[in-house]
T-cell receptor, first 115, second 113 residues
Framework: DTAVSQTPKYLVTQMGNDKSIKCEQN?????MYWYKQDSKKFLKIMFSYNNKELIINETVPNRFSPKSPDKAHLNLHINSLELGDSAVYFC??????????????FGPGTRLTVT | DQQVKQNSPSLSVQEGRISILNCDYT??????FLWYKKYPAEGPTFLIS?????DKNEDGRFTVFLNKSAKHLSLHIVPSQPGDSAVYFC????????????FGKGTKLSVKP
C-alpha cells in the first residue's frame, strides 16, 4: 500500500492557468507538508498543516494555497501559473510529536511544467 | 543563505568499499539531523537520523557521525552496494516537534560493480 500518494505525477499547463495537485496519506499522521524542488535541486518547505491548521507558512506567493479537507489529505492549489512555478512538488507527512516525529514520509512527487 | 550544505554534488565508489557522504550546517539550534535517499522519479525516503545530543548512530551498513563543534555530519555506508546508487540528502530540523526540515542540495552516489 502506498503511504503517501500524489496525483497527478506529471502536469503540463500554460501560463495563467489554475491547477491543483492532490495528496493523500494513509499513515494516520497528523501533520502534512508541501515541498518544492526547483531546478537547482533544493527541497524547500512551502507549507505544513497540523490538524487542519496551518502551522508554518513560508514566504511563498499567495497564488499558492493549501487546502486540507481532512487529516489524510492536503491539496495544493496554484492560481495564475508562472514559468517559475515549474518544479517538482513533494507532499510529505509526519507524526506531530513523540518518537520519530522528525521523520517525514514523502510522496513520489508531481513534476509541474508551465509553458 | 544555505543553512545545510552538501558540497560534493557527486561521489563514485567501488562496490564493497566505504562511501562517505558529508554535510555541514550553520545553525546550532538544529535538534535532529536526518539522511534521506532518493531514487529518480521517486520521493525521498528516510534512511537514518541522529539527535544533536549524540555523536554516532548506527543502523546496519549505515552509520551517521555528528561533530557538533565542527557543525559537520557524515554518513558512512559499509560495504557499498550497487543498489545504494541514489541521491542522498542531508536534512536538519529546527523548531522542535512541529518544526521544519531544511535540506541540503544532495550528493549523487554511484556505486560501481
Amino acid at each position: 500500500d502506498t503511504a503517501v500518494s500524489q496525483t497527478p505525477k506529471y502536469l503540463v499547463t500554460q501560463m495563467g492557468n489554475d491547477k491543483s495537485i492532490k495528496c493523500e496519506q494513509n499513515l494516520g499522521h497528523d501533520t502534512m507538508y508541501w515541498y518544492k524542488q526547483d531546478s537547482k535541486k533544493f527541497l524547500k518547505i512551502m507549507f505544513s498543516y497540523n490538524n487542519k491548521e496551518l502551522i508554518i507558512n513560508e514566504t511563498v506567493p499567495n497564488r499558492f494555497s493549501p487546502k486540507s479537507p481532512d487529516k489524510a489529505h492536503l491539496n495544493l492549489h496554484i492560481n495564475s501559473l508562472e514559468l517559475g512555478d515549474s518544479a517538482v512538488y513533494f507532499c510529505a507527512s509526519s507524526r506531530p510529536s513523540g518518537p520519530s516525529s522528525y521523520e517525514q514520509y514523502f510522496g513520489p512527487g508531481t513534476r509541474l511544467t508551465v509553458t | 543563505d544555505q543553512q545545510v550544505k552538501q558540497n560534493s554534488p557527486s561521489l563514485s565508489v567501488q562496490e564493497g568499499r566505504i562511501s562517505i557522504l558529508n554535510c555541514d550546517y550553520t545553525n546550532s539550534m538544529f535538534d535532529y539531523f536526518l539522511w534521506y535517499k532518493k531514487y529518480p522519479a521517486e520521493g525521498p525516503t528516510f534512511l537514518i537520523s541522529i539527535s544533536s545530543i549524540k555523536d554516532k548512530n548506527e543502523d546496519g551498513r549505515f552509520t551517521v557521525f555528528l561533530n557538533k563543534s565542527a557543525k559537520h555530519l557524515s554518513l558512512h555506508i559499509v560495504p557499498s552496494q550497487p543498489g545504494d546508487s541514489a541521491v542522498y540528502f542531508c536534512a536538519a530540523r529546527y523548531g522542535g516537534s512541529q518544526g521544519n526540515l531544511i535540506f541540503g542540495k544532495g550528493t549523487k552516489l554511484s556505486v560501481k560493480p
